[in-house]
């Protein structure tokens, strides 16, 4: 059962980071530092974070680093050490088989996470019947938020009959919709807004190359003889995890605006903006290969991590990313928040 402030806040919209991973030049877990991360989002004013998911490094549950419920304690225990007097959204990332789905779902929920963002990367030979039943089984053990994973980065194409289906299980509350492609992000809309559960389920988006834009762009779905209309109210993503406390500013003016009936082209070349900023740090150029480099690059210029480093080598910065990080860096000086960590860094890293 979803708490109602939980609930209420989901629906709302809000700010919702990924969350990544801090490591020593080892590959041993940086504890002090994976504390100091949450503080940062909940500081910055996010809504919730999302942890164990693709930008905190899947690997984190293989058996040679085994840091899949270390890392979910650590974030769960600083927000309540926090007692933030808010409502504050904590999600799981869940994934593989049912078998190991279900065994993340309880430590999950055990931990206190409120939703599990349901993955189904690496089931790529799976047929859509299987995984909607693997959907239902799951949903069973935690409030399900669904998540359609670009294919760049192991996802796969879904069809809008599935996610159709997948909007009438009854314990699903939100739909992450990140293909990074926009006849794929309308299936999805268009699916939940002829399903039973239209007003059941809310949207996010996990579009790093779209944000602004979908985050002010309204659907207006023909269901027979009457019109849904839809908006995809907040976002959890993986860009957001950088830049964060100007993410948070900029998506209260997006919210205002959208209340206000306001002109939303006044937001457009800011949206660019985004979307150009986003390209250098998920390493667009070579197809998203330096994508948790490249946050952890930005991450690390700010003071929070050691150093860029991942769990398997192979996860490096492309050729020419920094370079790319060093131009958006300077062409977009207001997107950053540097000063607001600078001003704050000591203290988090204290809290340990």
């Known amino acids: 059962m979803l708490k109602t402030t939980i609930k209420d806040l989901l629906f709302e919209g809000t700010v919702i980071p990924a ?7 080892d590959k ?3 504890e002090q530092r994976q504390r100091a991360l949450t503080n940062y989002y909940m500081d910055a004013g996010a809504g919730g974070i999302a942890v164990g998911v693709h930008t905190t ?12 419920e270390k890392v979910l304690s650590l974030a769960a225990e600083e927000v309540r050490n926090r007692d933030l007097k808010r409502p504050f959204i904590k999600i799981a990332g869940i994934c593989g088989p049912t078998n190991q789905a279900i065994q993340e779902a309880k430590t ?3 931990l206190g996470y409120d939703l599990g963002l349901l993955s189904f990367g690496g089931l790529n030979d799976w047929s859509e019947e299987e995984l909607l039943a693997h959907a239902k089984r799951v949903s069973e053990e935690i409030p399900i938020f669904g998540f359609y994973l670009q294919s760049a980065v192991g996802g796969r194409v879904l069809s809008y009959n599935f996610w159709r289906q997948f909007a009438e299980i009854p314990n699903v509350h939100a739909i992450k919709i990140a293909p990074f492609d926009r006849y794929k992000t309308l299936d999805v809309v268009r699916a939940v807004c002829h399903s039973s559960r239209k007003d059941e389920i809310t949207l996010y988006t996990g579009n790093d190359d779209n944000i602004i834009h979908d985050l002010l762009t309204t659907y207006d779905i023909k269901v027979g003889n009457k019109t849904v209309t ?10 957001w995890a950088v830049w964060t406390k100007t993410a948070v500013e900029h998506f209260n003016q997006i919210k205002k605006i959208r209340e206000e009936n306001g002109d939303v082209s006044q937001l457009f070349p800011l949206a660019h903006q985004v979307t ?4 250098a740090f998920f390493d667009a150029a070579n197809q998203f290969k330096g994508c948790i480099a490249g946050i952890n690059e930005v991450l690390t210029r700010q003071g929070l991590l050691q150093g860029n480093w991942c769990l398997r080598d192979k996860e490096t910065l492309s050729p020419g990313q920094s370079t790319e990080i060093d131009r958006v860096y300077e062409d977009y000086p207001h997107l950053a928040d540097d000063d607001f960590i600078k001003e704050n860094l000591s203290k988090w ?3 340990v």
Do not use: C, M, S, W
């Open 230 to 239: 839809k908006n995809i109210v907040g976002g959890l993503l993986g860009h």
């Open 28 to 30: 041993k877990l940086d």
């Open 108 to 110: 999950a929920k055990t």
């Open 57 to 68: 490094q899947f690997e984190i549950r293989d058996p040679e680093f085994q840091l899949f």
């Open 276 to 279: 150009d900023a986003n390209a």
């Open 349 to 351: 890293l204290k809290q």
């Open 19 to 25: 969350h990544p991973l801090a490591i020593t030049k």
